[in-house]
């Protein structure tokens, strides 16, 4: 698989597979098929996996230190702080906590959990308002140096925290949602990032299988599933965002390419430092993510994508207002 470099010299695969959607919750009923998945992706030749200590909480990580148990040197490893979890109980608090103590803590649960002696690249998952991000970057610096973390990254941080976390430890990568129907990063962050040398890792690349094409406004989601909570996965917005699929899946058609697929091309195609982050619990669905790597769309097509961002507008907000409220601080 090709690679592509984010900030500071971090060196991944052009694709990375999200663990997220295996396991958030305590219960993980088919985990050995998702840890075969992930063995299976290094042997497909990727190389960059995300994790969180709140998948769980804590259930995920293990799991990710299971499946990458004695392949260690072929994997790089991102995993998250930054909400309030009991370092000894796992019990999720709600809110963010990124305070120093804190942050020492789940780095010492996380290596644990995942059974490395370091971790590639180490997001602050959300921004803390009541915790200076000169005092964030500054932990994670420390633990650069003492050789527990390689990489500093964020996660849905606005411009002003990117460049106050950098100008103390530089950042390598901002994760935060952007796809064809999230497209708010190009006002302010993606130039942002591009000045100061920072990738990209976006989230959500198919707009939580949206931009699959496989969803519509009869599809039922399980009592589970976060999407039932989400204002653009309303049976009336699944309706009105149609055209955005059929624009995916017209340019597909002449390409040979899946709506997802043509999907993620665009986002490949939209900076060299950008390296999209899915997930799925299928290895047919892995293998037609992976084949966007093999797309290649003309200028008429990127084109036809980037003003759909106004000729096919997008309805409904991409989280509940509670949740908004924790985005771009």
């Not at 530089?170 to 100061?196: F, G, H, K, M, N």
Request: proline share 5%.
């Amino acid at each position: 698989m090709e690679k592509r470099k984010l900030g500071q010299g971090l060196e991944v695969s052009a694709l990375s597979l999200g663990a997220m959607g295996y396991g958030k919750s305590r219960d993980i009923p088919d985990r050995a098929e998702m840890i075969a998945l992930l063995r299976k992706a290094v042997d497909l030749g990727m190389d960059f996996f995300d994790t969180a200590e709140t998948y769980g909480p804590w259930t995920n990580e293990i799991m990710v230190g299971e499946a990458f148990r004695g392949l260690r040197d072929k994997v790089k490893i991102a995993t998250k702080f930054g909400w309030d979890i009991d370092q000894d109980t796992g019990e999720h608090r709600g809110g963010v906590n990124s305070k120093p103590a804190q942050i020492c803590r789940s780095v010492e649960g996380s290596l644990n959990r995942l059974g490395v002696d370091h971790i590639d690249l180490y997001y602050q998952h959300r921004v803390d308002p009541e915790v200076p991000m000169e005092d964030v970057a500054g932990v994670v610096k420390d633990l650069i140096q003492q050789g527990k973390v390689r990489y500093f990254g964020l996660s849905e941080a606005g411009a002003k925290s990117i460049r106050r976390a950098h100008a103390v430890q530089p950042v390598a990568a901002l994760q935060s949602e952007y796809s064809l129907w999230t497209r708010e990063p190009e006002d302010e962050i993606l130039p942002v990032l591009e000045e100061l040398g920072i990738g990209m890792v976006p989230f959500s690349p198919l707009g939580k299988g949206f931009l699959t094409g496989t969803i519509n406004a009869a599809t039922a989601f399980n009592e589970r599933d976060i999407r039932r909570t989400i204002p653009r996965f309303a049976p009336e917005a699944r309706d009105a965002n149609q055209p955005l699929v059929g624009l995916l899946r017209k340019i597909g058609d002449g390409r040979g390419a899946t709506p997802a697929q043509v999907a993620l091309a665009w986002l490949l195609a939209q900076k060299p430092w950008i390296v999209p982050l899915f997930g799925t619990r299928s290895v047919e669905r892995f293998h037609e993510n992976v084949g966007a790597l093999s797309v290649r769309l003309s200028e008429d097509d990127i084109k036809d994508l980037n003003t759909s961002r106004t000729t096919v507008p997008v309805h409904g907000a991409r989280y509940p207002e509670e949740q908004m409220r924790r985005v771009g601080l």
